[in-house]
């Protein structure tokens, strides 16, 4: 049994008012982490006031990081400032920093060795933009993806990485993928998964999609056997719509 999972990205979004209003109006109202994990990646310069306001049923995670540990990498973070200051998840290669920020396979597969030496867990994203998804390489595309960014990570530490399934083409459009579409592309994660690990990891690890998702299509989506969560935008702005979709992970 996969425990769900239900990621808010605010990406550049909320200023320190904003997120700790936000995270008073949610914090006595999550359901507990023993049935489902909670987790809000913000903007790093808020990180520090949240880890220190999150109630027992919320965890903080970050939006990206540097590989190094230190040195002349202006405007970066490393995975010790992260981890000193008790963040438990990161963000690693979403589609935005891959696009607009040019990272590689290889710069992400960096990161996320890193993250995990750092005691943090890495939620990798891969995806396929809409240019590929025409071409019908979808799966191949994804499955490129994680054997690089995946490359040198043992069997023990896959099961503290997290994998989100997030169509280039359906991030901030209100385009979704289908259910049944955004079912099969994570079953193909578990399968390629299988494949570099075994079937007993392919089975535990968790796989969320992401893409506009919202609480109107949620609980379809939330319901495919092979979708364990959400990583969410836009709708994870609002707490009420946030709450909700927590919610619909139970
Ligand atoms: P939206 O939910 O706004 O489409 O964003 C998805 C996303 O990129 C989450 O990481």
């Not at 710069?107 to 994203?125: D, E, M, Q, R, T």
């Not at 240019?131 to 069997?155: F, M, P, Y």
Request: proline share 4%; aromatic share 6%; charged share 25%.
């Amino acid at each position: 049994m996969r425990k769900p999972m239900m990621v808010a990205n605010w990406k550049m979004n909320k200023t320190r008012d904003e997120a700790l209003a936000f995270i008073y109006a949610i914090n006595e109202s999550l359901p507990s982490c023993d049935v489902v994990d909670t987790v809000i990646c913000a903007p790093a310069i808020l990180l520090r006031d949240l880890v220190k306001r999150q109630g027992d049923n919320l965890r903080i995670g970050a939006q990206n990081m540097h590989y190094e540990e230190f040195g002349a990498y202006t405007g970066e973070i490393s995975p010790v400032m992260l981890h000193t200051t008790s963040v438990e998840y990161v963000i690693v290669g979403h589609s935005e920093r891959r696009s607009l920020f040019g990272e590689t396979d290889e710069f992400i597969n960096k990161k996320v060795i890193s993250a995990l030496s750092h005691g943090l867990k890495p939620i990798l994203c891969v995806g396929e933009t809409l240019d590929q998804r025409e071409l019908g390489i979808t799966s191949s595309v994804i499955r490129n993806q994680l054997e690089i960014a995946l490359k040198g990570v043992s069997s023990d530490d896959i099961k503290n990485i997290i994998i989100a399934y997030e169509p280039v083409w359906a991030i901030g459009t209100g385009k979704t993928a289908s259910p049944s579409d955004a079912e099969n592309e994570c079953k193909n994660i578990r399968d390629a998964i299988k494949e570099l690990y075994n079937a007993v990891t392919a089975d535990e690890i968790r796989v969320l999609y992401g893409g506009s998702m919202k609480p109107a299509n949620a609980k379809e989506l939330l319901s495919c056997p092979n979708i364990d969560g959400g990583l969410v935008g836009g709708a994870s702005l609002d707490p009420t719509s946030f709450l909700e979709l927590v919610k619909c992970c139970l």
